[in-house]
């Protein structure tokens, strides 16, 4: 057994070094001032500032829209991925993408979306254009929801994958419609896929900076374009850390919500 507990000391020190230091060391600069000095002033001039709660509401919204566009598309591709044939070849390619670099991936939606890339070129062809689709809402929303959906679409298929055919077809016998059969059986039996769907794209989603610089330009101004301007720009690292000690609040309350159990209640169909 000894033996065995030596094995884990790597992982604890990972853990120390590269997860709990550093959360720590972020409290530490948000409650701290340039003289590192002890002060709440910095959650003070967070919770007061206009700036920052439109920050905060825009990151949660911006981070909603993500997640749910995504999972409308990701639970009907992950149902149906269940059903087709060849379902691993389908899978590779889903997951394909993610092998690539997220900053590559953006640059290469910065020559699709912009004023001279090839959806425009597209439009041109109708007399449409140039369209500004770059720096937008849409351009923003739209990119990240397709680098997201991969990680929705997996944890649905495997929680769809997991249910007994026989149920379902236990409630068609019995009467039950298709609707009836996916809101009693098919909904609440994937859910827990969906929870863990939802924590995998919500969560960072409220802290996307690269794409809301590259994509979404100046337009898009969320708690993570806060951070990095406060860390890389203005140098101010304690107000930095203190977004971020709230952002990471946020996150914790986030999968607090989406992963608590539910009591299990019986249903009349």
Do not use: C
């Not at 003070?44 to 999972?71: C, D, E, H, K, P």
């Not at 910065?110 to 809402?137: A, C, E, M, S, Y």
């Not at 495997?158 to 019995?174: F, G, P, R, V």
């Not at 709230?246 to 299990?264: E, N």
């Amino acid at each position: 057994m000894k033996n065995k507990k030596l094995f884990l000391i790597p992982y604890y020190l990972w853990i120390f070094l590269f997860v709990i230091l550093p959360i720590l060391l972020i409290i530490w600069y948000s409650l701290t001032d340039s003289n590192h000095h002890f002060t709440l002033n910095n959650f003070a001039q967070f919770f007061r500032s206009g700036t920052f709660l439109r920050m905060m509401i825009n990151s949660f919204w911006y981070a909603f829209l993500i997640t749910v566009i995504t999972l409308i598309i990701s639970y009907p591709a992950a149902y149906f991925l269940t059903k087709m044939k060849n379902q691993q070849l389908w899978l590779m390619l889903i997951i394909l993408p993610t092998w690539i670099n997220l900053l590559l991936k953006a640059y290469a939606f910065i020559g699709i979306l912009g004023n001279n890339g090839l959806v425009n070129k597209f439009l041109h062809l109708f007399g449409i254009g140039p369209v500004n689709i770059l720096f937008t809402d849409f351009a923003f929303i739209f990119v990240a929801t397709y680098i997201e959906i991969p990680f929705m679409i997996l944890p649905i298929y495997n929680a769809i994958k997991e249910i007994d055919t026989a149920l379902i077809q236990a409630s068609e016998d019995l009467g039950a419609s298709k609707w009836q059969t996916f809101y009693y059986v098919l909904w609440p039996l994937s859910k827990p896929g969906v929870e863990s769907g939802v924590q995998a794209i919500f969560i960072p989603s409220l802290s996307l900076f690269m794409l809301t610089r590259l994509i979404g330009g100046n337009r898009v101004i969320t708690l993570g374009t806060a951070i990095e301007e406060y860390f890389m720009t203005t140098m101010n690292w304690n107000m930095g850390a203190t977004i971020g000690v709230v952002l990471i609040i946020l996150m914790v309350l986030v999968m607090l919500l989406t992963g608590r159990k539910r009591k299990r209640k019986r249903v009349n169909l």
